[in-house]
């Protein structure tokens, strides 16, 4: 399976080989890490800027890495309704829905994130999760394949590798 360590802090789901969890940052070898400073800094750049997209992305991105999915999920909203074309807020959106279980969800970010930004290959392997899991194992599977072949991120390659295994055949 592809996610199969249990975050402490944040419970979303991690790689078996993950030392830290790649939600919220904490360490999966000891007690959860206090989540990041930064987020005030966000909130004074909204203040002056209330339509500043990238602000909103990156304080969700700060609660993100907190395990603070809610919060992050509403600011990820704000910064794709001020920049539709924002890839990476729906990028980050979608990987909190896939660990939310909300595959539906996940997959329709991912397909946005990807529609607009291409060479977006984790979003591309986190929508074959999400398929996967949705027990569509051809869409799952082409999208791993797209991964391995298109991909220059050697982690997103082994992940899609290692989930064409999982698939049925």
């Avoid at 194992?137 to 072949?149: L, M, P, S, Y």
């Amino acid at each position: 399976m592809f996610f199969n360590k249990k975050c402490p802090n944040c419970g979303a789901r991690n790689a078996r080989s993950a030392r830290s969890c790649t939600t919220c940052g904490a360490s999966l070898e000891s007690k959860p890490v206090k989540p990041p400073e930064g987020i005030s800094d966000y909130d004074e750049a909204i203040r002056l800027n209330p339509e500043n997209a990238e602000a909103f992305y990156q304080r969700g991105f700060v609660y993100q890495r907190a395990g603070q999915n809610e919060p992050a999920i509403k600011n990820f909203d704000k910064a794709i309704s001020l920049n539709p074309q924002f890839a990476k807020a729906y990028g980050n959106r979608a990987y909190i829905l896939l660990n939310q279980g909300q595959y539906d969800r996940a997959i329709a970010d991912c397909t946005e994130a990807i529609k607009l930004d291409p060479d977006d290959t984790v979003s591309l392997l986190n929508r074959g999760v999400a398929y996967r899991l949705q027990g569509n194992n051809g869409a799952a599977r082409a999208d791993f394949e797209k991964v391995i072949a298109t991909s220059d991120n050697p982690r997103a390659v082994t992940m899609a590798k290692r989930n064409i295994k999982e698939l049925p055949r």
